[in-house]
């Protein structure tokens, strides 16, 4: 077999394939044999007959050449193997075997289960965050449900974090033996995957006849990174008869790197405005001789960003095996170790659209608008298409000092330098014993440990300029965005006929900037230091389980073929600590006499540390870039020199700002302070107490179930198992309730007692009364309250699986099962943060407000440590056609009904500290009562067109096609990773008007290929239609996001030199295809209306690629 990842040339005669191997174990249970036993064991020993897993498939029988069957090697072998899995499993399930994934040049597990029939993943980094590109795929979605359980053969498998499972991703998939996607399971596999469950199958030495020594050296090439990196991998493995028995022992170990490089080009929040035009000219804002002609959609800026990508895998597995002399016994010990590093460092131009969106002119109007002189345009249907835009920049605090700086009118932007490093580490540690006890009873033991642990920092360092745009969109392709000097001053100071201020630079009405010799965006005359953002994770966890099966067989004469039985205990300790994303000010236009400026001294001296990006082959060219020349960006790295870089931001702080101190008198900044200085951090930590996330997890589960086969008179034959598995889950989460440490920024009494100045107003604050006043300071004096909790939840889980074999190439098939899939693991957080107090207005019953009435409330943000587990009910028929060895056409038809999806909560209730009572509005994590229902089919074709005549014989095609939709299930705006679970976590539009996140209705894979001799070619054609990604961006204005619909076409070519020699080249994403996002806004009448957001590209990428084979 050749490895996952096209990395070990394993030749595919030392690999029994799955069902023979399963046709063995099954010999060792119907009674013991005389002597020794030569048989291959079965891929994953540590899963026999239906006790999880990878085991379901253990009724499959050793296959017998049908008539027209075809003699296969190689790529072809693969497809066989996996057919048979598919045609002989117990359950539903498809699978993808080394040889499969091999013959693709998919890097990791993520990229390798897009072929599979359901799955599809998604192209960024996260789900909310749709700014920041995956190259290699992430998050797998099976029928469109992100509900899938993982495991590592047979068992438990998850990264550290605040998510579930484990990172596909981050698995190497040159360690593995193959992949199998379970879409509905037995009685005996372990809960949660309602979605599906993913199973990771490691090698074995007992796999390989004899002796094995195979490796591979590949090489890889981005051409938009223009960098070459590597791919080194090994196996060792060989078994020995011993007067004890016999004995295998195996090991392999790989390591991948890859240079990659991600481009953006978008415009920024669309948002409903009037139109005003005076029959020449068209703006958003009234101007003289205008009048209002409608509404359209308009946007605030544009956004521009390249990312370079450097991503390594380290990879070890090992495992010893040994078998009794009579085949009775067998032991196997297993080890699996993943390393993934990443880093990927960004440089944008992120016009700030809140900014925009707040600021005012002279005359008290917010918002973007057409440049002065300019009109705008847009098409019948109230969308903007080109024009001119500028926006007023709010106060200036230089305006008035003699040396006016800051422009009046322009796009600030942030022009952001950022670094992200991230390590997970899986240690997986499994041993299992065997024993046929009788003729007809057997036994299987295993125990397992998995530890890991996942580290990351993500530091940024935002400068800002300021600019015009235009922009003008083409439909679906690439929009037109050019930013230009900006207008500078009020449009009543515009002369529109030279195109610039009237008056003397410098002043109020003529701003400085852009200006004499600066008129450069690479002058640090135009750019100031605005803020920086560092945030850390390192979460760590571990497991221990053990579980014992026993399978009683019954005389192979009668309906009920055998009974199993068994348990499980799993004990997980978790530790989730997850920064915020510490972001704060550095120095700022509207205090202080205007920001610091990159020209500006620091300390007395220039403080330097920028440089120029001039953003070389943007967008691989196919788009001009829209800041020329380029901008200054921080230099140092934020990540890996962090001390650098907090010295450095702290410098331009302490310019701009006083210090202030903690409750404890250490001196801080009085903008931004880096997470390890933060006022409230746990001792030596860095750390606050609502960002670590303790969690212990106990699980006991049980199950029975019975396996039936009969065979009818007319030669039907009907096969299946029905069952029942409980579990029982402890969780204990330790937490606290913190109250916020800030009376100080309240108004004092002081103040409150100060005379009003004519023309101004009271503080809200202080129209209270002295009592409600002081209890207002009395509630924020930093309290932090144990608030440690413990839920206990069980389940009864029925399942049944039938298959009726109408011939032997003709089968249908019918599945049942209630599944379970555990909240994600940051929703259970146990933390009550209250982080300050507002005044907010009082309404009267016409929503009027009430002149100066207010009321206080808490500002509060929480997660649910009670949440239960998401419950479905699941239903599948399958039909399948096996007209031979590699050849099938199989459909398959499933529904789904969901209860308890987590989902959002908004209540109102009373919170009392140190005497002191205040209303709280609290948002977080909770089970809807509602009812989802998921539903969809799939069809799935394969064949090689042996009839055709000469080298055509070797042409092939494999297809599939899955449908899903959705109904009912409530969309969820939480974020499992970020501390504040639900902190102001509303999207502009309420879910229940889209599909489900993550779900395309329409799913096609499309691989054709072709053996000539030695010569073995393949392409593949993945496509997914439109999906929303994210109910909610993460950033302004929170938007829901859609992925267009995406395709991408990858290839390879493998030439066998020797039998123990291949040489081939794979290229990924010959297409050079262009990922598209939408952002969902309401227009003027509330109606949905559906605009560009943002448009990537990545790298097309190839590899030459050695494979040896002794």
């Known amino acids: 077999m050749v490895a996952l990842g096209a990395s070990l040339g394993i030749s595919p005669v030392y690999a029994k394939p799955l069902q023979q191997q399963e046709a063995g174990a099954q010999s060792s249970q119907s009674g013991k044999a005389k002597g020794k036993r030569k048989q291959t064991s079965t891929v994953g020993t540590t899963q026999q007959a239906g006790t999880s897993g990878q085991a379901a498939a253990d009724q499959a029988a050793a296959s017998v050449p049908q008539s027209g069957d075809i003699v296969v090697t190689g790529f072809l072998e693969s497809l066989r193997s996996a057919q048979s899995i598919k045609k002989n499993s117990a359950v539903i399930v498809d699978s ?481 600590r997850y920064s915020v994303y510490n972001w704060g000010r550095l120095s700022e236009q509207w205090g202080n006499n205007g920001p610091v400026w990159l020209d500006d001294p620091v300390n007395g001296a220039q403080l330097n540390g920028y440089v120029p990006n001039l953003f070389g082959d943007y967008f691989k060219g196919q788009a001009a870039f829209p800041g020329s020349p380029g901008r200054l960006y921080y230099s140092g790295n934020p990540a890996t020199d962090y001390q650098d870089y907090i010295n450095y931001a702290t410098a331009i702080n302490r310019q701009w700002e006083p210090t202030t101190t903690c409750s404890d008198g250490r001196v801080i900044n009085g903008g931004w302070n880096p997470i390890i200085s933060r006022c409230g951090n746990l001792p030596n930590s860095p750390f606050q107490p609502g960002e670590v996330n303790p969690q212990h997890w106990r699980n006991w589960a049980t199950y029975v179930m019975a396996n039936i086969d009969s065979t009818f008179s007319n030669g039907w034959e009907l096969t299946g198992n029905v069952g029942v598995r409980y579990t029982n889950t402890r969780r204990s989460s330790f937490g606290y309730q913190q109250f916020a440490n800030n009376a100080n920024s309240l108004p004092t009494e002081a103040q409150c007692n100060e005379p009003i100045d004519p023309g101004q107003q009271a503080s809200p604050f202080c129209t209270f009364s002295p009592e409600v006043r002081a209890q207002a300071r009395a509630f924020l004096n930093g309290a932090l309250n144990g608030n440690d909790k413990i839920v206990n939840y069980d389940y009864w889980l029925p399942s049944a699986n039938f298959k009726l074999a109408v011939t032997d190439k003709l089968q249908f098939r019918l599945g049942y099962f209630k599944g379970v899939y555990a909240p994600q693991f940051g929703y259970t957080r146990n933390y009550f943060n209250i982080t300050g107090l507002s005044t907010v207005a009082n309404y009267d019953s016409s929503g009027n407000a009430i002149p100066n009435s207010y009321s206080i409330q808490t500002t509060t943000t929480a997660g649910n440590p009670l949440l239960l587990p998401t419950k479905s009910d699941n239903y599948d028929f399958t039909v399948g056609w096996y007209f031979s060895n590699v050849g099938h056409l199989t459909g398959a038809l499933f529904y789904k009904r969901l209860t308890d999806v987590v989902t959002n909560s908004t209540q109102r209730i009373d919170l009392t500290n140190n005497g002191a009572t205040f209303p709280a509005v609290v948002t977080q994590p909770v089970n809807s009562p509602d009812v989802g229902h998921v539903k969809g089919f799939e069809l799935s074709y394969s064949q090689v067109y042996s009839f055709l005549p000469g080298f055509l014989k070797g042409l092939g095609l494999q297809a599939t096609y899955t449908y899903v939709d959705s109904s009912g299930v409530p969309q969820s705006t939480l974020s499992a990773t970020d501390p504040d679970v639900a902190a102001g976590r509303t999207s502009s539009i309420t879910g229940t008007d889209f599909p489900l996140q993550g779900l395309s209705k329409h799913t096609i894979n499309v691989t054709p290929f072709i053996n000539i001799g030695p010569l073995e070619l393949r392409a593949a054609y993945n496509w997914r239609s439109r999906y929303l990604l994210t109910i909610r961006d993460v950033i302004t204005p929170f938007d829901p996001i859609f992925q267009e619909a995406y395709g991408q076409l990858d290839a390879s070519a493998t030439f066998t030199v020797t039998p123990h020699f291949k040489i081939g080249v794979q290229a990924v994403n010959l297409t050079n295809s262009i990922t598209k996002t939408q952002a969902a806004v309401l227009d003027s009448a509330g109606k949905i209306q559906y605009v560009p957001r943002q448009w990537y590209t990545a790298d097309s990428r190839f590899t030459i690629l050695t494979r040896f084979t002794f």
């Open 96 to 576: 993808i075997t080394a040889e499969d994934i091999g013959a693709l040049p998919d890097r990791s597990v993520t990229e390798a289960l897009q072929r599979i029939p359901g799955v599809s993943i998604n192209r960024f980094a996260a789900g909310v965050d749709p700014d920041h590109f995956s190259v290699e795929g992430s998050g797998v979605t099976i029928r469109g449900l992100t509900y899938t359980r993982s495991e590592i053969n047979g068992n438990d498998a998850f990264s550290a974090g605040n998510g579930s499972g484990i990172n596909f991703q981050d698995i190497p998939s040159e360690l593995l033996a193959g992949v199998d996607v379970f879409k509905t399971p037995t009685a005996s596999m372990i809960e949660g995957g309602i979605g599906g469950t993913v199973n990771l199958r490691t090698r074995l030495p007992f796999d390989q006849k004899k002796a094995l020594l195979a490796g591979s050296l590949q090489m890889n090439y981005g051409d938009f990174a223009k960098k070459g990196s590597p791919v080194v991998s090994m196996l060792a493995s060989n078994r020995w008869d011993t007067p004890i028995g016999e004995i295998g022992i195996l090991g392999s170990f790989s390591y991948s790197q890859l240079y990659s490089r991600a481009d953006r080009l978008g415009i920024s929040s669309f948002r409903p405005r009037t139109v005003y035009s005076d029959g020449t000219r068209n703006d958003v804002i009234p101007f003289d001789g205008a009048t209002e002609v409608g509404s359209i959609l308009f946007p605030r800026g544009a956004v521009v960003g390249s990312q370079n990508f450097d991503r390594q895998r380290y990879g070890f597995s090992g495992a010893l095996q040994w078998r009794s002399n009579d085949g009775s016994m067998e032991a196997t010990f297993r080890f699996l170790r993943s390393d993934a590093r990443q880093a990927w460092n960004e440089n944008t131009i992120e016009i700030a659209t809140d900014n925009v969106a707040a600021n005012s002119d002279a005359n008290g109007v917010p918002d973007s608008r057409a440049r002065a002189g300019t009109s705008i345009n847009y098409d019948d249907s109230g969308m903007f298409e080109s024009g001119y835009i500028t926006g007023p920049t709010g106060w200036r605090a230089d305006q008035n000092s003699g040396n006016a700086r800051t422009p009046a009118e322009g796009l600030q932007s942030n022009n952001i330098a950022r670094q992200h490093t991230e390590r997970n580490v899986v240690n997986d540690y499994t041993a299992n014993f065997r024993w046929d006890m009788t003729d007809r009873l057997s036994m299987k033991l295993d125990y397992q440990h998995v530890d890991s642990f996942a580290q990351a920092m993500d530091n940024g360092l935002w400068i800002s300029s300021y600019q015009d745009a235009y922009i003008k969109l083409n439909g679906n392709s690439l929009p037109d965005v050019q930013f230009l000097p900006p207008q500078n001053c009020e449009s009543a100071n515009f002369n529109t006929a030279t195109n610039s201020c009237m008056g003397t630079p410098g002043t109020a009405n003529y701003p400085s900037y852009y200006t004499g010799s600066h008129q450069s965006f690479l002058d640090p005359y135009n750019s100031f230091y605005r803020s920086a953002m560092d945030h850390y994770e390192y979460s760590d966890g571990n497991e221990d389980s053990i579980r014992a099966d026993f399978n009683y067989r019954f005389p192979d004469n009668g309906f009920l073929k055998s009974v199993q039985v068994g348990g499980r205990y799993a004990d997980r300790d978790q530790t989730a």
